[in-house]
């Protein structure tokens, strides 16, 4: 069993206070009890990767080249929504609200919008000639999974909206300033159809209607996960993303409160699992590393050292 945990940490102070202050009594028995993986590479990097740490150990789990930025997330996506892939390179397109600000412009958690699949397909097809004037081919999979297909995302680079959700857009929207001519290219043609996508949908009669009732307007989208599908064995690790949403959001109570239940469930099965003897991985994950625990036929000795020298749980994870 593979369980890998996204978003288990986060850059900020409240993260960290919630950290200190929170007991978490199986993760800490399953720090007791695993070793650090030597089987899995250091994933060390910083805040500022394209592909979070979370992306990156689910790719290597699945046996996928780590490209930053380049994780054919999308197509995986699309197959598993029951479109047609093939061997044509993909790219997640998730309908987005960007907030305008003084200083800059902030992309808005997509999951806030709650687009239920009305709205979402009236946007789709106000917005699909303008992807297929330019030579793509737009699917639908999802109110918040739009899919477009395009040969030049084969080779496309773009930050996760992991890295996106909350901050300022500029940041994630380079990438191409030293890459090749086709990939310069391509990013400025994706510039200017976000830029087409804003004004064409403002007006929408669909976010009229959300304008009125005061839900947040989708005025753009954001594009990831771009490449060719390539196999992946689904089954071979369990992702808990029940941690997600509140840092996205900075709320640090509901965070804490997620991590409280994450260890009562998902962890404490697990720990049973390690004390019955079973082979079993643990990926905890930040916003800049993740690290991998896993079970190993220890002497007695080597076991209660273990235990008396493990890690605090908030010490690991202030480290990702």
């Known amino acids: 069993m593979h369980l890998l945990i996204p978003f288990a940490s986060a850059l900020s102070e409240p993260a960290a206070e919630v950290l200190r202050d929170l007991p978490l009594p199986a993760l800490a028995g399953l720090l007791q009890r695993l070793t650090v993986d030597e089987a899995e590479p250091e994933d060390d990097g910083d805040e500022y990767t394209l592909s979070p740490p979370h992306e990156r150990a689910l790719a290597r789990a699945w046996g996928w080249p780590l490209i930053d930025g380049g994780l054919p997330f999308a197509a995986q996506a699309a197959a598993a929504d029951g479109i047609e892939v093939g061997t044509r390179a993909w790219g997640l397109l998730t309908p987005t609200h960007w907030d305008v600000g003084r200083d800059h412009v902030t992309l808005t ?34 109110p918040s999974r739009w899919y477009a297909s395009h040969e030049s995302l084969s080779g496309h680079r773009s930050a996760s909206l992991a890295r996106v959700v ?133 002497s007695l000795l080597k076991r209660l050292r273990q235990r008396w020298s493990a890690p605090l749980p908030a010490v690991v994870l202030e480290a990702l």
């Not at 097809?125 to 303008?130: E, P, S």
């Not at 954001?222 to 690790?237: I, P, T, Y």
């Open 109 to 142: 958690d997509p999951e806030a919008l709650q687009l239920v699949e009305g709205e979402s397909r009236a946007l789709f097809d106000a917005v699909r000639h303008l992807f297929e004037s330019e030579g793509f081919a737009l699917a639908w999979g999802a």
């Open 166 to 298: 909350g901050r300022n857009v500029d940041l994630w929207l380079r990438g191409a300033a030293q890459a090749g001519e086709s990939v310069q290219a391509s990013t400025k043609l994706l510039r200017r159809l976000q830029s087409e996508v804003q004004l064409l949908l403002y007006p929408h009669p669909v976010n009229e209607a959300r304008e009125e009732r005061g839900a947040m307007t989708v005025n753009s989208f954001w594009l990831s996960g771009c490449g060719r599908h390539q196999a992946a064995d689904r089954a071979a690790v369990q992702i808990a993303d029940s941690l997600r949403g509140p840092p996205l959001q900075q709320d640090w109570a509901a965070w804490a409160e997620a991590w409280r239940a994450l260890d009562a469930g998902a962890l404490s099965t697990l720990l049973a699992n390690v004390e019955r003897g079973d082979d079993v991985t643990l990926t905890l994950c930040g916003e800049r590393r993740a690290r991998s625990f896993g079970h190993r036929p220890q």
